[in-house]
């Protein structure tokens, strides 16, 4: 997608960025300013509104039609993790539904989701029972319910064990070739 936008975010600021960029590829945001990345990744997401310009998502104007575009973004944020209180696939099933999901498509997609990320046979264990890792992969996937074309990680490998980091490295490869990655 297109975007031409600029905007004020705290003690980050971002100016006059514009790029377009083809599906398929992963990219990364390197900065000076740990600030300034997640600035610029909040405006691309639609978490933040820029003060002039505009973010395109998938065609649409992501805050003038906020709705639309935001279905083609899935968004992580760093310090994201699941509620321990619940189960994976009620997380899973509770993200989608917020997202107003079809209920029989996802529910075979989150099934798909934790196979891959290895949770399938913890699909019934509280959150809360899990590894630091498994949470993360957990959040990882409710960003690719409603398979988005574009994936902003802000920090995908945030709080992980050195030995963990491969397995989340190993999942974001695996979708790299069809979406998008920030």
Request: hydrophobic fraction near 40%; glycine fraction near 10%.
């Amino acid at each position: 997608g297109a975007c031409g936008f600029w905007g004020a975010c705290g003690a980050g600021a971002v100016k006059d960025v514009s790029f377009r960029l083809p599906n398929g590829k992963t990219y990364g945001v390197f900065s000076p300013s740990y600030a300034d990345s997640v600035a610029l990744l909040a405006l691309m997401s639609g978490a933040r509104t820029p003060t002039g310009g505009t973010v395109l998502a998938g065609g649409f104007d992501l805050h003038r039609e906020a709705k639309q575009a935001r279905r083609g973004i899935g968004y992580l944020a760093a310090d994201l993790l699941p509620d321990g209180e619940l189960t994976p696939i009620e997380y899973l099933m509770s993200v989608a539904d917020a997202r107003e999901l079809n209920y029989d498509k996802t529910v075979r997609y989150v099934h798909e989701l934790l196979e891959l990320a290895d949770l399938a046979d913890k699909k019934d264990s509280l959150i809360a029972n899990l590894s630091h890792m498994e949470k993360r992969a957990l959040c990882l996937l409710q960003v690719l319910l409603g398979k988005p074309e574009i994936l902003i990680l802000t920090s995908p490998l945030s709080g992980l064990l050195p030995k963990d980091a491969p397995k989340i490295r190993e999942l974001i490869k695996y979708f790299g070739d069809t979406y998008t990655i920030f």
